[in-house]
């Protein structure tokens, strides 16, 4: 059974940091690809960030330097590190991951947007708002 756990988001003034958590299944943890994806309301879904099964981390242009994937190994957790927020950032964050080599494969080398279709397991959700 694979089960992603967001948490961690909230409101905060432009520029202050949050950091969202993503507890996953410990199979999913081990051997999956994962990643960050965010939706504002009236705009599509995008992709944040990702980090594959050897570890590399791609980040969306509009996130780099501001944002830094890490992973608990202890916790089966993935964390998003954000700091210097702006209100842009406000939206729906989820976490998804996948645990198909091929899966895995296409996305590390499709852009990220590619990787918010191909990944197949998605938490609920944690809303992050900027003001």
């Known amino acids: 059974h694979v089960q992603l756990v967001e948490s961690g988001g909230g409101s905060v003034q432009a520029g202050g940091s949050l950091r969202l958590s993503c507890a996953a299944s410990?199979?999913?943890?081990?051997?999956?690809?994962m990643g960050w994806f965010r939706q504002a309301p009236g705009k599509e879904r995008e992709g944040v960030a990702t980090i594959d099964t050897d570890g590399s981390t791609r980040y969306a242009d509009s996130v780099k330097g501001r944002f830094t994937l890490s992973k608990d190994n202890a916790k089966n957790t993935l964390y998003l590190q954000m700091n210097s927020l702006k209100p842009e950032d406000t939206a729906m964050y989820y976490c998804?991951?996948?645990?198909?080599?091929?899966?895995?494969?296409?996305?590390?080398?499709?852009?990220?947007?590619?990787?918010?279709?191909?990944?197949?397991?998605w938490g609920q959700g944690t809303q992050v708002t900027v003001s």
């Open positions: 998804a991951a996948d645990s198909s080599p091929f899966v895995c494969d296409v996305m590390r080398t499709a852009t990220i947007a590619t990787a918010s279709v191909m990944l197949n397991y």
């Open positions: 410990r199979y999913m943890y081990d051997n999956g690809c």
